[in-house]
C-alpha cells in the first residue's frame, strides 16, 4: 500500500458525461500529480499540484480541469466524455514536487465510457 | 521536449537469468530516473531510482546504471524469480522546480519457472 488513496477504483459513464476523480496523497505529501494509462498512449502527465497551486502541466485536455484543495487532496475532472477518454487515471504524491523527488502512485481509476 | 524510449518490449527469461532493461533519454537536463513495476490492473510501484550525480546504485537483486554522457540508463535485475513478471517502466524527470515523469513504453516481464 502506497499511501496513496483514490476514490472510486471503477467508473462507467457514457460519452458526453462528466465526471469527478479523487486522490487523497500520502500523509506528509505536499504535491500531488495526476498521469492517464492507456493502451495506446502509455503513461502520460498531465498536470500537478503542490500546497494548492498548479505546478505544471502535460498533455492534459481543454476538457479536463484539476484542483488542489487546503486539505490537500486533489479532484480530476472530465467532462464532454469520448470514448477515447477511456483508461485508467492515476494520482500519485510526493513530500516536495521536486524534479528528483521519488513518487508514489495510487491505485488507480478505471474510467470506461460507453 | 524530454523524450523516453525503451527496450525490449517483452523479455522473457527462466527463473534464475538475469535480467536487463535498457532506456535512452533525450533531454541533457534530465537529473532523475525512476524505474516503475506495474502488476497487471495494479499501481505503478517505484522499485529503484538514481539521480544524474551518480553511475550506479544497487538494492538487493536490482540495480541501475546511468551513463549521462551516452543518455541512456539500465534496469538490472539478478537471480530472477516468477514474482518479478510484470511491466517494468523507466522514466525520466528534468532538473526544474517541479517534476513531470517522462515514461517509456514498458518492458513485459516474463520469468519462467
Known amino acids: 500500500d502506497s499511501g496513496v488513496t483514490q476514490t472510486p477504483k471503477h467508473l462507467i459513464t457514457a460519452t458526453g458525461q462528466r465526471v469527478t476523480l479523487r486522490c487523497s496523497p500520502r500523509?506528509?505529501?505536499?504535491?500531488v500529480y495526476w498521469y492517464q494509462q492507456s493502451l495506446d498512449q502509455g503513461l502520460q502527465f498531465l498536470i500537478q499540484y503542490y500546497n494548492g497551486e498548479e505546478r505544471a502541466k502535460g498533455n492534459i485536455l481543454e476538457r479536463f480541469s484539476a484542483q488542489q484543495f487546503p486539505d490537500l487532496h486533489s479532484e480530476l475532472n472530465l467532462s464532454s466524455l469520448e470514448l477515447g477518454d477511456s483508461a485508467l487515471y492515476f494520482c500519485a504524491s510526493s513530500l516536495t514536487g521536486g524534479s528528483d523527488t521519488e513518487a508514489f502512485f495510487g491505485q488507480g481509476t478505471r474510467l470506461t465510457v460507453v | 521536449g524530454e523524450n523516453v524510449e525503451q527496450h525490449p518490449s517483452t523479455l522473457s527469461v527462466q527463473e534464475g537469468d538475469s535480467a536487463v532493461i535498457k532506456c535512452t533519454y533525450s533531454?541533457?537536463?534530465?537529473?532523475?530516473f525512476p524505474w516503475y513495476k506495474q502488476e497487471l490492473g495494479k499501481r505503478p510501484q517505484l522499485i529503484i531510482d538514481?539521480?544524474?550525480?551518480?553511475g550506479e546504485k544497487k538494492d538487493q537483486r536490482i540495480a541501475v546504471t546511468l551513463n549521462k554522457t551516452a543518455k541512456h540508463f539500465s534496469l538490472h535485475i539478478t537471480e530472477t524469480q516468477p514474482e518479478d513478471s510484470a511491466v517494468y517502466f523507466c522514466?525520466?524527470?528534468?532538473?526544474?522546480?517541479?517534476?513531470?515523469?517522462?515514461f517509456g513504453t514498458g518492458t513485459r516481464l516474463l520469468v519462467s519457472p
Open positions: 538514481i539521480r544524474s550525480n551518480v
Open positions: 522514466a525520466a524527470s528534468a532538473a526544474t522546480g517541479f517534476q513531470k515523469l517522462v
Open positions: 533531454d541533457s537536463a534530465s537529473n532523475y
Open positions: 500523509s506528509g505529501d505536499l504535491s
